[in-house]
């Protein structure tokens, strides 16, 4: 039961989990070959078997994630080659952007794949990436809110009076006009609770993940985001299934150490919710690699969907039980690309028997 989420009200909780893809991409320097490749061909997949979304981020100067600078552009790569599926940005960093140019560049999408783009909104989490927008920085969460309002009304044919280039004032709106009268929106959020409570409050969907959060955690902020008047909750899972499940927990071992050694890099150094900035590179080598590994049990025994169809099956129970609408799959965190490809018959697999039964 794929979702088309109103962003107003959001859509009716289902009892059939959705399931989604989600790019984010290790290490691009690591990649050989056609570096979209997975992308495209993924996103192929999930077209023809039904999957509910294609989501792809927004990421600069880094080569964790950095094939993905503009989702935007990787959106409309994506229209070109599907037809069902749905093109979501997760997310869009809003306060590095003109609302005008969130807006343009997304109607262009919408237009291009017929009515099927959605954007999840954050509020940026790394200063390196400010480089575009410094001054926005300090401010980013007052930004963000402010950003999704002016681009939701610019979406539905509202226009902005601003200085043109000798000073003149004048009212500005998108063209082309988007295909879907509304925007389906959501707000991307590493974990805390007032992000739950505002994207409720706003009628937007939340985007997250289990970096630094557990379970329990993620219930409280689900049971919130719902008293706020939140209707969709997408959650990003690190995916890889197989019938075997030994094999599967080592042939990502070292994929998976390498993408939690990056991604735990930028956390600690990004000071993150208001969290101490730590310089990864003054931890003893020991001390990250505790960290390193103590995240992979994690992913591994409670958290990412990573063994067997079975097991996989018991963790989405678990998620429905709190709360979540969609698992977003993560599948780019390091294993070759072909590797991935023969993986996601599984993932369609599990999507169908949640449809018939959702």
Known sequence: MTHSPDPVTGPEPSRGMDFGLFYFASDSAEITGPRYRLLLEGARFADAHGLAAVWTPERHFHPFGGLYPNPAVTGAAVAAVTERVAIRAGSVVAPLHHPLRIAEEWAVVDNLSSGRVGVSFASGWHAADFALCPQAYADRRKLLTERVRQVRELWRGESLTLPDGTGTER????????????????????????????????????LTHLLGQDLDDLA?????????????????????????????????????????????????????????????????????????????????????LLGSPATAARGIERLRRIGVDEI???????????????????????????????
């Open 171 to 206: 009212k500005v709106s998108v063209h082309p006009r988007p295909v879907q009268p509304e925007l389906p929106t959501w707000i991307t959020s590493a974990g805390g609770v007032e992000t739950f409570r505002a994207a409720g409050a706003m009628g937007a969907g939340i």
């Open 220 to 304: 409280h902020k689900i049971g919130a985001y719902r008293a706020a008047g939140g209707r969709h909750v997408a959650l990003m899972v690190h995916t890889y299934l197989d019938d075997d499940e030994e094999r599967v927990r080592e042939l990502v071992r070292e994929p998976l150490l390498r993408y939690l050694r990056g991604s735990l890099g930028l956390l600690l150094g990004s000071g993150l919710d208001g969290r101490r900035r730590i310089d990864p590179a003054k931890l003893h080598s020991s001390d990250l690699e505790f960290l390193v590994q103590r995240s992979f049990d994690r992913y591994v025994d409670d958290c990412g």
């Open 328 to 358: 977003a799959c993560l599948i780019d965190f390091g294993l070759p690309a072909g590797t991935v490809l023969k993986g996601l018959e599984r993932i369609a697999d599990l999507n169908a028997r949640e449809q018939a039964h959702g």
